[in-house]
């Protein structure tokens, strides 16, 4: 597992725009399928954003056209463009990576986003 930790998270209000970030401590970090869960409080961890090692990138249908995942390898960073806020994106966002042959995925310990006039 690689330590990850996430920032950028906050107060916005609706049809605004945050940009989290995680840093991974890994020499191996791009190789990483990377990506960022959230989980809003009574509801289950979703998967919102994934990048491959090859740069494919996956999106939850809710955030289509407005979030944007991206990568830093010389940074061991991941990013989450999130545009045109929503009341319903507020919730934790965790990190996430894993790497083939990787029994468990590694976790930021998550970052509290709030949409809210």
């Known amino acids: 597992q690689v330590p990850l930790v996430e920032s950028g998270g906050g107060l916005v209000q609706p049809g605004g725009s945050l940009r989290l970030s995680c840093a991974a401590s890994?020499?191996?970090?791009?190789?990483?399928?990377m990506g960022w869960y959230r989980q809003a409080p009574g509801t289950e961890r979703e998967l919102v954003a994934l990048?491959?090692?090859?740069?494919?990138?996956k999106y939850v249908d809710s955030v289509k056209g407005r979030f944007t995942i991206s990568r830093d390898n010389a940074k061991n960073t991941v990013y989450l463009q999130m545009n045109n806020l929503k009341h319903e994106d507020t919730a934790v966002y965790y990190c996430?990576?894993?790497?083939?042959?990787?029994?468990?995925?590694?976790w930021g310990q998550g970052t509290q986003v709030t949409v809210s006039s």
């Open positions: 996430y990576g894993k790497k083939f042959g990787d029994n468990l995925a590694s």
């Open positions: 890994s020499r191996f970090f791009s190789v990483y399928t």
């Open positions: 990048i491959t090692s090859a740069y494919i990138t």
